[in-house]
């Protein structure tokens, strides 16, 4: 079973930085990714990184946030910088039992409680 913890969300002035990590145990996965959710709103997909370090980004983010992971410490981390208020959601870690990412979040199969990120 894969255990996922997140932490570093908070509130930001638009423009600001945080960075978000999450701490998994466990084995059985490989894909790990970013989601949020805004409320009213469906979960997408931020950021999702391969074992191999292979990134891919959502369009409304490229150029600001950069996913990356440290596989000795099992950590994911999300540096997200120039903030605005419509990356305002909670954000969740996951963890897919595939080698390759997908988008959606069906297609993964362990998920973090959430921390909330809070841009005005």
């Known amino acids: 079973q894969v255990q996922l913890v997140e932490s570093g969300g908070g509130s930001v002035q638009a423009g600001g930085s945080l960075r978000l990590s999450c701490s998994v145990s466990?084995?059985?996965?490989?894909?790990m990714g970013w989601f949020r959710q805004a409320p009213g709103k469906e979960r997408e997909r931020v950021a999702s990184?391969?074992?191999?370090?292979?990134?891919n980004y959502a369009d409304s983010v490229k150029g600001r946030f950069t996913i990356s992971r440290d596989n000795a410490k099992n950590t994911l981390y999300l540096q997200m910088n120039s903030l605005k208020p419509e990356d305002t959601a909670m954000y969740y870690c996951a963890a897919s039992s595939t080698w390759y990412c997908l988008t959606t979040p069906t297609s993964f199969d362990f998920w973090g409680q959430g921390t909330q990120v809070t841009v005005s």
């Open positions: 466990g084995d059985g996965y490989s894909c």
């Open positions: 990184i391969e074992s191999d370090g292979s990134a």
